[in-house]
């Protein structure tokens, strides 16, 4: 089961504010049935939000067990080294969309170099690089598929 409540659009906050990030939380374990999340990202930071409110409440949620680790979504740029800065606990996970056409190798370094992992999504490019010719081209020379070849 997939719970996207945190992820829900509604205003410009996306549910970054203390309070919404609190209640978003409480909805997805209610969803699940459960009483923790084993991860749990800011999805995309806003302008309209500053960052420590967001991060306020992930602290609370980590201090209260309801969550077992911190992450980010979309995370790019100066983006990393200012949450690894500010949060006074560990930042696990840094999704972003990476495959061969949108390798981010400084980010994935820094990542790294800062003990967060990265996280693909669109590994695939949502299957547009899988009949690409240089992808399908690595793929036969390695005897592998091109998913195989884009995952790596």
């Not at 990030?21 to 209610?30: K, N, P």
Request: glycine fraction near 6%; hydrophobic fraction near 40%.
């Amino acid at each position: 089961m997939i719970v996207k409540d945190f992820c829900y659009f509604e205003g410009s906050g996306r549910n970054l504010r203390y309070d919404d990030v609190i209640r978003a939380c409480s909805r997805s374990l209610d969803a699940l049935g459960t009483g923790y999340l084993d991860l749990y990202l800011i999805h995309w930071p806003v302008e309209e939000v500053p960052l420590e409110e967001t991060l306020n409440a992930f602290r609370k949620l980590l201090n209260e067990g309801k969550i077992k680790s911190a992450g980010v979504s979309n995370f790019d740029r100066n983006l990393p080294k200012t949450v690894l800065e500010m949060a006074d606990f560990p930042i696990a996970v840094n999704q972003v969309e990476f495959h061969p056409y949108r390798y981010r190798k400084n980010l994935l370094d820094f990542c790294k170099d800062s003990g967060v992992v990265v996280t693909a999504y669109s590994p695939l490019g949502v299957g547009r690089l899988l009949p690409d010719t240089m992808i399908r081209e690595v793929a036969a020379r390695y005897n592998r598929t091109a998913a195989q070849v884009c995952l790596r």
